[in-house]
């Protein structure tokens, strides 16, 4: 477990340019006192860059990391910040079923593209997403900059690619970085199948590259979503169990 002391943080809206001139949006965090030990891509849920995902980027901040929360849906909601009631989810969900793969890979090109044009930080990035960004986490991984991804209950990802095409689990070949996925054994979103699909996929493709880590965390009790603290399927103990992991597992591999 990583015992790094937490860091001030600097905290700050920045603009990243995107392709063709898109304009993103971005929340960026970083230690206010020290060199960032790495740079993290932070993707958030489909309720867009609202307070908590820009929380987890100055949580990711003051464990050390510079972190830029991105938006995903830079297109048709660059501003999307909704709370999480029906309201909130109808409106991301309408903006979500607007995202293709390729879309958000060339703006995640360019955002991976800004960071390691930061000072310090022209390594390997490290990437993470939540519910809807932990599916597109895990396209991301397939970028060569990300040396690191983790995927938080990504859902769909054996199922379904966003703008069409073959499943995004079956793009794990092309993954040449390390990657942790965690979901809740009770998600009703991620049902026993799908979790049975992702461990099934990283153990074979463990098998083939055992230099590349392949862990799929599975939290009992824990339902989609366990890791906010402004849903109603919060958890504390997998949440606690699942920051654990995941800051051990950057502290390793970034």
Known sequence: MDTTSPAPV??????????????????????????????LLVLPEVFGLNGWVRGVAERLAAAGYAALAMPIFARTAPDLDVGYDEAGLTEGRRHRDAVTATTFLADAEHALAWLQQQPGLAGPVGCIGFCFGGHLAL?????PAVAACVDC??????????????????????????????????????????????????????????????????????????????????????????????????????
């Not at 905290?11 to 230690?31: E, F, K, M, S, Y």
């Not at 396209?139 to 970028?143: F, H, M, P, V, Y």
């Not at 603290?229 to 950057?250: S, T």
């Open 139 to 143: 396209l991301a991984a397939t970028l």
């Open 10 to 39: 600097i905290a700050t809206w920045q603009v990243v340019p995107g392709p063709d001139g898109l304009p993103l949006r971005c929340w960026w965090a970083r230690p206010a006192d020290r060199p960032a030990r790495a740079a």
């Open 153 to 254: 209950y990504g859902a769909r990802v054996s199922s379904f690619r966003p703008g069409g095409g073959p499943p995004t689990l079956d793009l794990l070949p092309e993954v040449a970085g390390h990657l942790l996925c965690l979901t809740g054994e009770a998600d009703p979103l991620m049902p026993l199948e799908e979790r049975q699909a992702i461990s099934e996929a990283l153990a074979r493709d463990g098998a083939a590259r055992p230099q590349l880590q392949r862990t799929h965390l599975q939290l009992a009790g824990a339902c989609h979503g366990f890791l906010c603290e402004a849903r109603a399927d919060f958890h504390p103990e997998a949440a606690a169990q699942g920051w654990a992991a995941l800051l051990e597992f950057f502290a390793r591999h970034l």
